[in-house]
C-alpha cells in the first residue's frame, strides 16, 4: 500500500494544470463562481476524467481557504484551489483481484453518506483491523479525506485500499454482477448480524446516523442485518456499529475456516 503523503492545497490555475500532468489527484477542487476561460475549462475536463469533486464557491471561502493554507503571503488563488488527494484511490476490479489472488474472501464497506471525518477515520481504523480489504466511498457526499482523518485512522488509511466511486448505486450493482452479496444496516424487517451468513463474498453498507443508507440503496441490498440492543438510545454511533459488525464477521468467519 502506499506511504503518508503530505497533506496540502495548491493554489492558482496553472499549478493545478501542472499537477494534472504530473499525475496528481485530487480530493477536491473548489473553483470560484463565474470564474471562466480556457485554463479553467481544462481544469473542470480534467476532474472529470478523474472523478475529482469540483465546486463553484464564493470569493469569501478562497480568501479564508489561503489565509488558513498559504505560507506565502504573497499567495494568489486565481479563483481556484485544489486540495491533494494524501492517499491513493483504487478501483472496485484492483480490490477483488488482490483479495482472490491471496485466496481471501472479499469483504468491503460501504460508506452512504458519512461526513464526518473522525467517524470516518475510526470506521477505516476498525475496516483494517478486523480484516476489511477496502472502503468505498462517493466522489461527492462524503467525509473529506484530510490530516484529521488519518489521524482517526492511526495511519490505517495508508493500509487499506479506497475506492471512490461517482455512484454508489452503479458500484452497488457492480458489485452484485461480481458475485459480491450486499449487506445493507437498517433496524427495521432486518435480522440480527450474528445470524447471518458473511462466509461469502461480501460488502456492508453503513449510512449516516441521522438519515442511515439511502432507500435507493437499501433496495438494492440482498439483505439487511441490524445490532441488537437493549438500552433507550435510539442508535449507535457509526464507527461503533461498524467495528460491531466487522467483528461479528471476522468471528463468523474464523469459527467457519476451523
Given at each position: 500500500?502506499?506511504?503518508?503523503k503530505q497533506y496540502f492545497c495548491i493554489f492558482g490555475r496553472q499549478p493545478v494544470l501542472e ?59 486565481q479563483g481556484i484551489v485544489g486540495f491533494l488527494s494524501i492517499i491513493d484511490y483504487y478501483s ?151 467495528g460491531i459488525i466487522l467483528y461479528e464477521i471476522s468471528r463468523g468467519r474464523s469459527s467457519s475456516?476451523?
Open positions: 500500500m502506499n506511504n503518508t499537477a494534472f500532468a504530473a499525475g496528481k489527484r485530487f480530493d477536491k477542487i473548489l473553483i470560484l463562481k463565474n470564474a471562466g476561460g480556457e485554463e479553467m475549462s481544462a481544469i473542470e475536463k480534467k476532474a472529470r476524467e478523474t472523478e475529482c469533486p469540483v465546486q463553484r464557491v464564493p470569493k469569501e471561502k478562497l480568501e479564508n481557504i489561503l489565509q488558513k493554507y498559504s505560507k506565502f503571503k504573497e499567495a494568489n488563488h472496485i476490479d484492483d480490490v477483488l483481484h488482490h483479495a482472490y489472488s491471496k485466496g481471501e474472501t472479499p469483504l468491503l464497506l460501504i460508506l452512504d453518506g458519512i461526513t464526518d471525518v473522525g467517524n470516518f477515520g475510526a470506521i477505516a481504523r476498525s475496516a483494517e483491523c478486523l480484516g476489511a480489504h477496502a472502503v468505498i466511498v462517493p466522489s461527492t457526499g462524503s467525509a473529506q479525506i484530510n490530516a484529521e482523518a488519518m489521524k482517526a485512522s492511526a495511519g490505517a488509511l495508508n493500509k487499506i485500499f479506497v475506492c471512490r466511486e461517482k455512484s454508489l448505486v452503479t458500484a452497488v450493482n457492480y458489485l452484485k454482477v461480481n458475485g459480491i452479496k450486499i449487506f445493507g444496516t437498517e433496524m427495521k424487517g432486518a435480522i440480527e448480524a450474528s445470524k447471518a451468513d458473511f462466509s461469502v463474498p461480501c460488502a456492508v453498507v453503513l449510512g449516516s446516523e441521522g438519515d442511515g443508507v439511502s432507500k435507493e440503496i437499501l433496495k438494492l441490498c440482498d439483505e439487511r442485518i441490524k445490532i441488537p440492543m437493549s438500552g433507550t438510545t435510539e442508535s449507535l454511533n457509526v464507527s461503533v456499529s461498524a475456516a476451523k
